[in-house]
């Protein structure tokens, strides 16, 4: 059995929990003879409720280590309380000589590694060397655990992370102003209040446009500031929206703009990608992995309001740019970022590490709900 730890499993709001769902949809649909399991470490996001949820995914794996079920367990980690949580279960694993999978997905860990006292690095060293392989979202990500973990990183994969996507560019219509879209948490480090203000800057407001931002987070801040600048009628708050949602939205938007100061691989720039969109994106932790400038989309610097401004104008402008934009993004998603590609890796680092691995028709049906509705016997 491989028991695939996250925080919220398949039902968390950011990053994490998207792409977690996009691969275990694509296991149940597309191999349905690997056995798994999601192990929900977190719960739905109340910090309160925390400590029960994590308590009981770490009994559960405790008791199915015990039976013997555990051939591989793969953790999803970020950084600050999750690297303590994701150590303990590693450390459970350890104990019972079950490999681990790291996949590292936090855009600030790099910051609280080099920030850390003497005995947190060392313990974050010693989760890191425990494991049989650190999964990393990008080149940035892959140079940062060579400087700073060197050997005691026993092998580290980039493997970037991956979106279903439609057949072909949906068709836009073209008789509206330009709609803009920010698909993400409504956090300072996600760059929303730099993208207010360049749209606010005389040169995009002459233009005709309308911005939708979709996602949870402190709304209220961001609405009094687009009020602040004059914006009002034309920035539109959805709130929180489940995939369908966020992938209607994608379909209906022109421009994708990721203005964020921090991040690992941004979800929304892939699907961004996939659905063949013009994006503005900052070139922040792996996304220059996706986004290459003038190619794929258009990059600026984090957190500076004239660049995105000037963008943001050449994005609104050039009907040919945006076009000849959109056709490299969905090109460069269809090489290396559709889940069909993830999948294949996936299951060859599952296939390396896993502690019994063999090939067979035998099936099982799923346990529960969180489990594979049919699966591999593995050992």
Same mark, same amino acid.
Request: charged content about 25%; glycine content about 10%; hydrophobic content about 45%.
């Given at each position: 059995?491989?028991?695939?730890?996250?925080?919220?499993?398949?039902?968390?709001?950011?990053?994490?929990?998207?792409?977690?769902?996009?691969?275990?949809?694509?296991?149940?649909?597309?191999?349905?003879?690997?056995?798994?399991?999601?192990?929900?470490?977190?719960?739905?996001?109340?910090?309160?409720?925390?400590?029960?949820?994590?308590?009981?995914?770490?009994?559960?794996?405790?008791?199915?280590?015990?039976?013997?079920?555990?051939?591989?367990?793969?953790?999803?980690?970020?950084?600050?309380?999750?690297?303590?949580?994701?150590?303990?279960?590693?450390?459970?694993?350890?104990?019972?000589?079950?490999?681990?999978?790291?996949?590292?997905?936090?855009?600030?860990?790099?910051?609280? @590694?080099?920030?850390? %006292?003497? *005995?947190?690095?060392?313990?974050? !060293? #010693?989760?890191? &060397?425990?494991?049989?392989?650190? /999964?990393?979202?990008?080149?940035?990500?892959?140079?940062?655990?060579?400087?700073?973990?060197?050997?005691?990183?026993?092998?580290?994969?980039?493997?970037?992370?991956?979106?279903?996507?439609?057949?072909?560019?949906?068709?836009?219509?073209?008789?509206?102003?330009?709609?803009?879209?920010?698909?993400?948490?409504?956090?300072?480090?996600?760059?929303?209040?730099?993208?207010?203000?360049?749209?606010?800057?005389?040169?995009?407001?002459?233009?005709?446009?309308?911005?939708?931002?979709?996602?949870?987070?402190?709304?209220?801040?961001?609405?009094?500031?687009?009020?602040?600048?004059?914006?009002?009628?034309? @920035?539109?708050?959805? %709130?929180? *929206?489940?995939?369908?949602?966020? !992938? #209607?939205?994608? &379909?209906?938007?022109?421009?994708? /703009?990721?203005?964020?100061?921090?991040?690992?691989?941004?979800?929304?720039?892939?699907?961004?990608?996939?659905?063949?969109?013009?994006?503005?994106?900052?070139?922040?932790?792996?996304?220059?992995?996706?986004?290459?400038?003038?190619?794929?989309?258009?990059?600026?610097?984090?957190?500076?309001?004239?660049?995105?401004?000037?963008?943001?104008?050449?994005?609104?402008?050039?009907?040919?740019?945006?076009?000849?934009?959109?056709?490299?993004?969905?090109?460069?998603?269809?090489?290396?970022?559709?889940?069909?590609?993830?999948?294949?890796?996936?299951?060859?680092?599952?296939?390396?590490?896993?502690?019994?691995?063999?090939?067979?028709?035998?099936?099982?049906?799923?346990?529960?709900?969180?489990?594979?509705?049919?699966?591999?016997?593995?050992?």
């Amino acid at each position: 059995m491989i028991y695939i730890v996250s925080p919220g499993g398949t039902q968390e709001k950011g990053g994490m929990g998207r792409i977690v769902d996009n691969f275990t949809t694509d296991l149940r649909d597309n191999r349905p003879d690997i056995r798994f399991e999601v192990v929900d470490s977190y719960g739905p996001g109340k910090f309160h409720l925390m400590p029960f949820y994590f308590a009981l995914a770490v009994l559960r794996l405790g008791l199915c280590f015990l039976a013997g079920r555990g051939d591989l367990v793969h953790i999803h980690m970020a950084e600050h309380g999750s690297v303590l949580r994701k150590g303990i279960i590693v450390a459970l694993a350890a104990s019972f000589r079950v490999p681990v999978v790291l996949h590292l997905h936090g855009g600030r860990f790099p910051e609280q @590694v080099r920030n850390a %006292g003497p *005995l947190t690095r060392w313990a974050i !060293r #010693r989760l890191v &060397a425990a494991c049989s392989e650190t /999964v990393v979202l990008g080149d940035f990500w892959r140079r940062f655990m060579a400087e700073e973990f060197g050997t005691e990183a026993k092998r580290v994969t980039v493997l970037h992370n991956a979106v279903p996507g439609p057949p072909a560019i949906p068709l836009r219509a073209s008789d509206r102003p330009m709609r803009l879209l920010f698909l993400g948490r409504l956090i300072k480090l996600k760059g929303i209040h730099v993208l207010l203000e360049a749209l606010a800057a005389e040169p995009c407001r002459a233009r005709p446009w309308e911005l939708v931002i979709a996602g949870d987070g402190d709304l209220e801040t961001y609405r009094r500031q687009a009020e602040a600048l004059g914006l009002c009628g034309r @920035v539109t708050f959805t %709130g929180w *929206l489940d995939q369908d949602g966020c !992938r #209607r939205q994608l &379909a209906q938007a022109d421009v994708l /703009v990721q203005p964020s100061m921090f991040e690992g691989l941004p979800m929304a720039v892939l699907e961004a990608m996939a659905h063949g969109l013009t994006i503005v994106a900052t070139p922040v932790g792996s996304v220059g992995d996706a986004i290459e400038h003038e190619v794929t989309g258009l990059l600026v610097p984090p957190g500076e309001v004239e660049p995105l401004t000037a963008a943001l104008v050449r994005a609104l402008d050039d009907a040919t740019l945006r076009r000849e934009l959109g056709i490299g993004a969905r090109r460069k998603f269809e090489t290396c970022f559709d889940i069909a590609v993830y999948r294949e890796r996936l299951i060859d680092i599952y296939r390396r590490n896993a502690r019994h691995w063999r090939s067979g028709p035998e099936t099982v049906p799923a346990a529960d709900g969180n489990a594979s509705t049919a699966v591999r016997r593995l050992g």
